[in-house]
Every structure is written in structure tokens, then in C-alpha cells.
Nanobody
Framework: QLQLVESGGGLVQPGGSLRLSCATS????????MSWFRQAPGKEREAVAC????????DYTDAVKGRFTISRDNAKNMVYLQMDNLKPEDTAVYYC?????????????????WGQGTQVTVSS
């Protein structure tokens, strides 16, 4: 049974950092590209970052470039999102997602399985 379980969210002040983790199971992680999406209240879900199956390629939405870093540890079946210099507009539920093949970029239609999400709140 395929599972994606996010953790690491919380409340942080502007300028602070958080590291999100996604524990995966039920599939061979190193065969698939992965991504992080987020959805803020009243807004559509948007892609934040993505990574190819063996981490050769990454991509980020412009709003987080230079502040967020996506990574993965296939041996541990884990995907991570390091978020630095957080801003109030980063407040959202963050979701881990599995792609259909090794790389597909930030296009949402390419991702078929999602975790339950973890809340990130950036506020003073």
C-alpha cells in the first residue's frame, strides 16, 4: 500500500527555518520523481519544488528560489524540504507528492499520489 506521510510543520517566526520530511512506503522511491506542493487558505494548490528520481535535477517555483531546498535519501525512503528565511506568505498546508516517472517538473497533473499534509504557519 503506497503511503506518503509528511511531518515537520509548525509555527515559526518570519526569517526562521523549518525542515519538512516525507516518509514513503509501498513503492520503489528511486524510480520516481517527487515534489512538494502547498495550499494556502482560499488559494489553489501550487507546486513548490520537485526533484528527479536520483536527485540529478531539481526545480522550484520562483517564490521560493534561493530559500527552499528539496532533497531525498532513497536508501531511507525519505524526501525533504528545507525552508529558510520563511515569510508570512509561505503559510500553507504542505504536501508531498509522487510522480508517474523519473522526472516531470512542477506540473501538477504529473503527480498521482499525495500525503495528508503538514501545516506551516509563519507569523510573529
Amino acid at each position: 500500500q503506497l503511503q506518503l506521510v509528511e511531518s515537520g510543520g509548525g509555527l515559526v517566526q518570519p526569517g526562521g527555518s523549518l525542515r519538512l520530511s516525507c516518509a514513503t512506503s509501498g513503492f520503489t522511491l528511486d524510480s520516481y520523481g517527487m515534489s512538494w506542493f502547498r495550499q494556502a487558505p482560499g488559494k489553489e494548490r501550487e507546486a513548490v519544488a520537485c526533484i528527479s528520481n536520483r536527485a540529478e535535477r531539481t526545480d522550484y517555483t520562483d517564490a521560493v528560489k534561493g530559500r527552499f531546498t528539496i532533497s531525498r535519501d532513497n536508501a531511507k525512503n525519505m524526501v525533504y524540504l528545507q525552508m529558510d528565511n520563511l515569510k508570512p506568505e509561505d503559510t500553507a498546508v504542505y504536501y508531498c507528492a509522487k510522480g508517474v516517472r523519473t522526472w516531470g517538473g512542477l506540473q501538477e497533473s504529473w503527480y498521482t499520489h499525495w500525503g495528508q499534509g503538514t501545516q506551516v504557519t509563519v507569523s510573529s
